[in-house]
Nanobody
Framework: VQLQASGGGLLQAGGSLRLACAAS????????AGWFRQAPGKEREFVAS????????YYGDSVKGRFTASRDNAKKMMYLQMNNLKPEDTAVYYC?????????????????WGQGTLVTVSS
């Protein structure tokens, strides 16, 4: 599976942005998809995960209620809708995928990674 993230940009606090991640390769629908972010000087942080069927989603505490993960297996796409953005959301955002689907908060559990897209939120 190859992943390519897009949709990052510069915006003001309170704004919204939707990130997209395109997957190539077979059996994408079988993978658990995840979103992570990494701010300068910080460790990679879990943002969201969505199981293969799209019914089970999980979020990091800092984004609960503001971010929504979704996926379209037919199109081999995954999305991260981000609302009410804050300056502390500024980071490079990565999409990722793993086949097993356990330990979804751990970046080490993910096998495939996109290249990252930068989101900058100004105050």
């Amino acid at each position: 599976v190859q992943l390519q993230a897009s949709g990052g940009g510069l915006l003001q606090a309170g704004g919204s942005l939707r990130l997209a991640c395109a997957a190539s390769g077979h059996a994408f629908r079988s993978y658990t998809a995840g979103w992570f972010r990494q701010a300068p000087g910080k460790e990679r942080e879990f943002v969201a995960s969505i199981r293969w069927g799209g019914g089970d989603t999980y979020y990091g505490d800092s984004v609960k209620g503001r971010f929504t993960a979704s996926r379209d297996n037919a199109k081999k796409m995954m999305y991260l809708q981000m609302n009410n953005l804050k300056p502390e959301d500024t980071a490079v955002y990565y999409c990722a995928a793993q086949l097993i689907g356990t330990d979804y908060k751990n970046p080490g559990a993910y096998t495939y990674w996109g290249q990252g897209t930068l989101v900058t939120v100004s105050s």
